[in-house]
């Protein structure tokens, strides 16, 4: 494909500014050979850096490969001015009906169309325009910082009638015989309560993975990860900027990280990265199998719709904006990766519960508590290095661990479990690798009518990705939480998972994911300092996942409390039937 098409085969990429980090291009070349030829990169201008030194040369057993170390690509505006595509963003995340959506577009086509749809159990079009002049605009650096400031060259007025949900915008024009698209998207709030569940995407989550220009939460242009020793990521993230390839929409039979046809292996087998392999092959964001709608809440959403119950949909930042949002409904859904929340956004969901409302929260790794500046605008989180970096030292806005020592406000406290004591489940080189949820209290209300018996397991599907647990011990055959770290103790724990903070190296695994960095970031988080000792760490290494039900003033708590329980409904009928014995005693 020419250089006019905005769209870069990876041997092609040079050495301008934004088209490559470091590095060779051959370099970059032989990463895309190793998986059978040059991979087409999604959308328009990509970028990539080299592979770490010899690693090129490194023999690569059938069927698997490393490049996703050391082979970052992203997703920016062509420095060609020849090139050719669109990208689109929203002004804001949510809106109400009858308010205005301004779509802000960077496009080099003479003209584009857009096409808006309603996207859950069926793909409803709602509005459609073509023949919209496009504009090229200048795009910053540091956009995902300061946002990208196109200007708006479309907008929408949203009927009052229009129902609650998430809507997918389209953007394409034609070329030649090829249609190109991106994909904006926002959420639609009812108006007024029109259903007894609010479901609440996590979009903070969203926005911290969204690595569109190449800076989100776990990495940067140039380096650098969220574990290491030096700030190598991005604390404060704009929302003005579009979403990164996989986020909104992936095609169907995408792999997970821990699908589960590569648990069960043979001794000796490498660690198989799905994910990482597929958005390297195929032009995709690799931190989009971590986060956004496409891959988690959609999931949630169109299986409601499936067995009948009724949701209002809303954003993360909506709470910020109205604390007393949640006051009207019975029952508050989350589901995926829910990582990322404010102090006063905790606030509400206490206040929810103690008011009597029921916490549905089928999602992991409650972990960081991040402040929202700019009007909501902008996330800001630094994470384990919120004690030297953090220019705001007050515990409510300071952003690093719930459960450091100066925060002291662990957030299994409003969702009953957090991810410092679970952590990592079913990805290549974490425990277990053949994973399910134990069963403890099979009389439990949240598994009546399952079947299931003491000691059976169940779940393994969601069993995935990231967990949330507690501090255990067990008495005569069960689990009781022993309250260390400010955790609460008025839980029933109904079924039990074990889990990891990293990945266990072997000598046939020589590069993991989650490596000895990563696994150091759990108890630096815990004792608010990065020179942490052997013996901390071994404490925390290892953790569990519990699915749970936790009081809290008229209301409480339930969980399923891994990122990808809602990849299961559908899939796995345990799984289906306690998410209905939730939902069900919530909205009764």
Same mark, same amino acid.
């Given at each position: 494909?020419?250089?006019?098409?905005?769209?870069?085969?990876?041997?092609?990429?040079?050495?301008?500014?934004?088209?490559?980090?470091?590095?060779?291009?051959?370099?970059?070349?032989?990463?895309?050979?190793?998986?059978?030829?040059?991979?087409?990169?999604?959308?328009? &201008?990509?970028?990539?850096?080299?592979?770490?030194?010899?690693?090129?040369?490194?023999?690569?057993?059938?069927?698997?490969?490393?490049?996703? =170390?050391?082979?970052?690509?992203?997703?920016?505006?062509?420095?060609?001015?020849?090139?050719?595509?669109?990208?689109?963003?929203?002004?804001?995340?949510?809106?109400?009906?009858?308010?205005?959506?301004?779509?802000?577009?960077?496009?080099?086509?003479?003209?584009?169309?857009?096409?808006?749809?309603?996207?859950?159990?069926?793909?409803?079009?709602?509005?459609?325009?073509?023949?919209?002049?496009?504009?090229?605009?200048?795009?910053?650096?540091?956009?995902?910082?300061?946002?990208?400031?196109?200007?708006? #060259?479309?907008?929408?007025?949203?009927?009052?009638?229009?129902?609650?949900?998430?809507?997918?915008?389209?953007?394409?024009?034609?070329?030649?015989?090829?249609?190109?698209?991106?994909?904006?998207?926002?959420?639609?709030?009812?108006?007024?309560?029109?259903?007894?569940?609010? =479901?609440?995407?996590?979009?903070?989550?969203?926005?911290?993975?969204?690595?569109?220009?190449?800076?989100?939460?776990?990495?940067?242009?140039?380096?650098?990860?969220?574990?290491?020793?030096?700030?190598?990521?991005?604390?404060?993230?704009?929302?003005?900027?579009?979403?990164?390839?996989?986020?909104?929409?992936?095609?169907?039979?995408?792999?997970?990280?821990?699908?589960?046809?590569?648990?069960?292996?043979?001794?000796?087998?490498?660690?198989?990265?799905?994910?990482?392999?597929?958005?390297?092959?195929?032009?995709?964001?690799?931190?989009?199998?971590?986060?956004?709608?496409?891959?988690?809440?959609?999931?949630?959403?169109?299986?409601?719709?499936?067995?009948?119950?009724?949701?209002?949909?809303?954003?993360?930042?909506?709470?910020?904006?109205?604390?007393?949002? #949640?006051?009207?409904?019975?029952?508050?859904?989350?589901?995926?990766?829910?990582?990322?929340?404010?102090?006063?956004?905790?606030?509400?969901?206490?206040?929810?519960?103690?008011?009597?409302?029921?916490?549905?929260?089928?999602?992991?790794?409650?972990?960081?508590?991040?402040?929202?500046?700019?009007?909501?605008?902008?996330?800001?989180?630094?994470?384990?290095?919120?004690?030297?970096?953090?220019?705001?030292?007050?515990?409510?806005?300071?952003?690093?661990?719930?459960?450091?020592?100066?925060?002291?406000?662990?957030?299994?406290?409003?969702?009953?479990?957090?991810?410092? =004591?679970?952590?990592?489940?079913?990805?290549?080189?974490?425990?277990?690798?053949?994973?399910?949820?134990?069963?403890?209290?099979?009389?439990?209300?949240?598994?009546?009518?399952?079947?299931?018996?003491?000691?059976?397991?169940?779940?393994?599907?969601?069993? &995935?990705?990231?967990?949330?647990?507690?501090?255990?011990?067990?008495?005569?055959?069960?689990?009781?939480?022993?309250?260390?770290?400010?955790?609460?103790?008025?839980?029933?724990?109904?079924?039990?998972?074990?889990?990891?903070?990293?990945?266990?190296?072997?000598?046939?695994?020589?590069?993991?994911?989650?490596?000895?960095?990563?696994?150091?970031?759990?108890?630096?988080?815990?004792? &608010?300092?990065?020179?942490?000792?052997?013996?901390?760490?071994?404490?925390?290494?290892? &953790?569990?996942?519990?699915?749970?039900?936790?009081?809290?003033?008229?209301?409480?708590?339930?969980?399923?409390?891994?990122?990808?329980?809602?990849?299961?409904?559908?899939?796995?009928?345990?799984?289906?039937?306690?998410?209905?014995?939730?939902?069900?005693?919530?909205?009764?």
């Amino acid at each position: 494909m020419s250089k006019k098409a905005g769209t870069v085969r990876l041997p092609e990429v040079n050495q301008k500014r934004r088209d490559l980090l470091k590095g060779s291009a051959a370099a970059v070349g032989a990463a895309a050979a190793a998986v059978g030829g040059a991979s087409m990169l999604g959308g328009s &201008g990509a970028n990539a850096s080299s592979l770490p030194s010899g690693d090129a040369a490194r023999y690569v057993p059938p069927g698997q490969w490393w490049q996703h =170390f050391g082979v970052e690509f992203w997703e920016f505006p062509s420095d060609d001015p020849e090139a050719v595509e669109v990208w689109a963003y929203t002004d804001k995340l949510s809106y109400a009906p009858g308010e205005t959506v301004s779509f802000h577009v960077n496009s080099s086509a003479p003209t584009f169309d857009v096409t808006i749809y309603r996207d859950g159990l069926k793909l409803e079009e709602v509005h459609a325009t073509n023949g919209i002049a496009g504009r090229r605009s200048p795009t910053p650096a540091d956009c995902f910082s300061v946002g990208c400031g196109w200007p708006a #060259l479309h907008t929408w007025s949203l009927p009052s009638d229009l129902r609650s949900g998430f809507y997918l915008a389209v953007f394409s024009f034609m070329r030649g015989e090829e249609r190109i698209e991106h994909e904006a998207g926002f959420i639609l709030r009812a108006a007024k309560p029109t259903a007894p569940i609010i =479901f609440m995407c996590a979009t903070q989550t969203w926005m911290a993975y969204n690595d569109w220009a190449g800076g989100n939460y776990y990495g940067k242009p140039g380096g650098g990860s969220s574990t290491g020793t030096e700030l190598g990521f991005i604390p404060k993230l704009h929302i003005h900027r579009p979403w990164a390839r996989g986020f909104l929409r992936l095609p169907k039979g995408t792999p997970r990280a821990n699908d589960v046809a590569y648990r069960t292996r043979e001794a000796g087998a490498h660690a198989h990265y799905l994910n990482f392999e597929f958005s390297m092959a195929n032009g995709y964001s690799k931190w989009a199998a971590g986060a956004g709608w496409a891959h988690y809440d959609r999931h949630m959403a169109i299986w409601c719709e499936k067995n009948g119950y009724e949701l209002d949909y809303i954003a993360q930042q909506d709470l910020a904006a109205n604390p007393d949002l #949640l006051k009207d409904y019975k029952c508050l859904l989350t589901t995926g990766h829910d990582e990322y929340y404010t102090w006063e956004q905790r606030d509400s969901i206490d206040t929810f519960m103690e008011n009597g409302g029921g916490f549905a929260r089928f999602g992991g790794n409650s972990n960081w508590q991040s402040r929202l500046e700019s009007d909501g605008q902008v996330l800001v989180t630094y994470k384990s290095n919120a004690e030297t970096d953090d220019p705001l030292k007050d515990e409510r806005i300071r952003t690093g661990s719930w459960v450091h020592p100066k925060t002291n406000r662990n957030s299994a406290t409003t969702f009953g479990v957090d991810s410092m =004591f679970g952590h990592l489940v079913g990805i290549p080189a974490a425990a277990p690798r053949t994973p399910g949820f134990i069963t403890l209290r099979p009389d439990h209300w949240m598994l009546k009518d399952t079947d299931l018996y003491y000691g059976d397991a169940f779940g393994s599907i969601a069993a &995935g990705y990231e967990c949330d647990g507690l501090p255990v011990t067990f008495r005569d055959g069960l689990a009781y939480s022993t309250g260390e770290f400010g955790s609460p103790t008025n839980v029933e724990i109904v079924a039990f998972l074990f889990a990891r903070a990293g990945e266990e190296k072997r000598d046939h695994t020589a590069r993991v994911f989650a490596d000895e960095a990563y696994l150091l970031s759990t108890p630096q988080g815990f004792y &608010g300092r990065r020179d942490v000792s052997e013996a901390e760490v071994a404490k925390h290494t290892r &953790g569990n996942g519990l699915v749970l039900w936790m009081p809290k003033g008229k209301g409480g708590v339930a969980t399923g409390p891994t990122c990808d329980w809602c990849y299961a409904l559908g899939r796995d009928e345990f799984v289906d039937k306690v998410t209905q014995n939730v939902l069900d005693r919530f909205t009764s």
